[in-house]
T-cell receptor, first 114, second 109 residues
Framework: DAGVIQSPRHEVTEMGQEVTLRCKPI?????LFWYRQTMMRGLELLIY????????DSGMPEDRFSAKMPNASFSTLKIQPSEPRDSAVYFC????????????FGDGTRLSIL | RKEVEQDPGPFNVPEGATVAFNCTYS??????FFWYRQDCRKEPKLLMS???SGNEDGRFTAQLNRASQYISLLIRDSKLSDSATYLC??????????FGAGTRLTVKP
């Protein structure tokens, strides 16, 4: 079975550029999560969706960050404009949402803002 | 205070040793609990769920104490391949999962 698919795997771009990260959740999973991981702050939940609807975006650091889920099989996380402090690994995860099931993570996108 | 706190680590143990990790959580309404494993430069992967009565999966044993809001993971007969960071995860509700900072384990020959 295909797991959570993220793209790109690596992204290096200059400060001020727009960055778009993509995620395809596991088919049949109703919940989708975006996380950011850094050495200093660990794994942080940015936002999550249930049935394509954003439920909690309190973890989104600022207005430069936005996330969408236009359909059940695709989500994007955008950063515009990007800043060096946005450099991190961004993970997408999905789950069925039934009975507090665990989340399954994608391989992550390693983002470097120069 | 962080919602999920773990032993700071790192733990450096010889092969064959038994090692235990502890985790405490602050939200008494938390409903489910997990241990995840994360290898260097990889994504977190589910190691095991933690059940109220305690549960075992091979060399791994997880315990939950709801009264003390405490979770533990015991690894027996540790292998080199067990070297990783172990993340304690607490699910509050509606899949709102909170991750601990992780404890790094290095198993040495």
């Amino acid at each position: 079975d295909a797991g959570v698919i993220q793209s790109p795997r690596h992204e290096v771009t200059e400060m001020g550029q727009e960055v778009t990260l993509r995620c395809k959740p596991i088919s049949g999973h109703d919940y989708l999560f975006w996380y950011r991981q850094t050495m200093m702050r660990g794994l942080e939940l940015l936002i999550y969706f249930n049935n394509n609807v954003p439920i909690d975006d309190s973890g989104m650091p600022e207005d430069r960050f936005s996330a969408k889920m236009p359909n059940a099989s695709f989500s994007t996380l955008k950063i515009q404009p990007s800043e060096p402090r946005d450099s991190a690994v961004y993970f997408c995860a999905s789950s069925t949402g039934y009975g507090n099931q665990p989340q399954h993570f994608g391989d992550g996108t390693r983002l470097s803002i120069l | 205070r962080k919602e999920v706190e773990q032993d700071p680590g790192p733990f450096n143990v010889p092969e064959g040793a038994t090692v235990a990790f502890n985790c405490t959580y602050s939200n008494s309404a938390s409903q489910s609990f997990f241990w995840y494993r994360q290898d260097c430069r990889k994504e977190p992967k589910l190691l095991m769920s933690v059940y109220s009565s305690g549960n075992e999966d091979g060399r791994f044993t997880a315990q939950l104490n709801r009264a003390s809001q405490y979770i533990s993971l015991l690894i027996r007969d540790s292998k080199l391949s067990d070297s990783a960071t172990y993340l304690c995860v607490v699910n509050r509700d509606n899949n709102d999962m909170r991750f601990g900072a992780g404890t790094r384990l290095t198993v040495k020959p």
